[in-house]
Structure formats: C-alpha cells, structure tokens
C-alpha cells in the first residue's frame, strides 16, 4: 500500500477526554442573546478557570479538526416572556439566580440589562452527565446543568442536578479517567 498524503500528521481518534461531573469555577467567554421558536435567550459560553481542568473546553475546541468547530460548554438562559404563567415565574427565578450569583462572584459588578458585560466574569458552573443517542448508539457527554455562585462551589456547599439518563439505559453511570494528552496551540480562532 502506498502511504496517503498527511498520515504522519493526522490525528488518531484514540480515548476522548471527558470531563468528570461536578462543580468548577468558570469564566464567561461570551454571552450573546439569541432568539429561537421557544423565544429569546442568552447563550453563555464559559471555560474552566483553574485547577487540572483549567481551559477545558478552550483544549477542545483547539483539537477538533472539523470545518464546523463547536464550543461545548455553553448554558442557555430563557429570558422571561412577562406573560404571567407559571413557567414565566420558573424563569424569572432562574434568570435573577444567575444574576445574582455573577453578582456575588465578581467584586463590584452590578446587573445592568447588558449581558454582553459578562464576558470575563466568574461564576459556578455545576456539571452532570447526559446521554443522548446517535444513530441508535448511546453516547455520554458532561453537561453545564446549573450556574451558581462561586462562592459555593469554593465552598463544596451545591448538590449537583441529577444525571439525564435515556430511559432505556439503567440509571448508574461511571465516569472514565482515562484521559489523553492535547496539544497547545495558541493560533485558535473562537467561534463568537
């Protein structure tokens, strides 16, 4: 066999790395509004700020060779409808945690309606696992399931949401730690 163009230079498929649930202290990368058939939200995008973690996703999205890169830690806040439901009321609640949870975690910031000011700042990201299926293979991702103040998970005091299991699986999941090393490299254009 004759060898192909690029083979020395083409990466292996090889262990994924996934990250362990729990809770990290996250930075803001880009939060933008968005608007889709359910109605308008807040995409915010954010990376692991310290400890073994640290730059997660940023290593991610730096390794994915696909034209169509994606960042895979974004959490998608609804934004209230005001049309006096119930679910209107569950939004609001959970619109100003989030507020006052990136209040509590950056010294002197203040709520002002202008989301693009989250960018850079800190909060508490609390992950769980999530299966999903693709083309009737279940697979497994780490999932950003709820934001907090950083001040609770410095604190260990958060209780993680519970994993979203597919009903056809059983409800125990293991969580891998084999890991492979990435390569750095600094010349990675975001998607935002």
């Known amino acids: ?7 020395n230079e083409t ?16 930075r803001i990368m880009n939060a933008e509004e968005k608007k889709n058939s359910n109605g308008k939200y807040i995409q915010i995008s954010c990376d692991i700020e310290e400890g073994e973690y640290k730059d997660f996703f940023m290593e991610d999205y730096k390794n ?15 934004e209230p409808k005001d049309d006096g439901s119930e679910k209107d009321t569950w939004t609001k609640r959970r ?9 509590d975690s950056n010294e002197g910031y203040h709520w002002d309606w202008d989301e693009t000011k989250w ?7 609390l992950f769980n696992i999530r299966q999903y299926e693709v083309n009737g293979e279940v697979r497994e991702a780490t999932n950003l399931a709820q934001l907090c103040a950083v001040s ?5 005091n958060y209780k993680l949401p519970k994993d979203k299991i ?15 090393q990435l390569p750095a490299s600094d010349s990675v254009e975001l998607p935002w």
């Open 11 to 26: 990466k292996s498929y090889g262990d994924i790395r996934q990250l362990p649930k729990g809770g990290y202290i996250l």
């Open 152 to 156: 609770k998970i410095q604190a260990g």
């Open 166 to 180: 597919l009903a056809t699986q059983p409800q125990t999941v293991t969580e891998s730690s084999d890991f492979m």
């Open 64 to 78: 994915q060779d696909r034209e169509d890169k994606k960042w895979h830690c974004n959490y998608l806040l609804n």
């Open 119 to 125: 960018k850079g700042k800190l909060i508490g990201g």
């Open 1 to 7: 066999m004759k060898q192909f163009n690029g083979y």
């Open 95 to 103: 619109f100003k945690t989030v507020t006052e949870a990136l209040e």
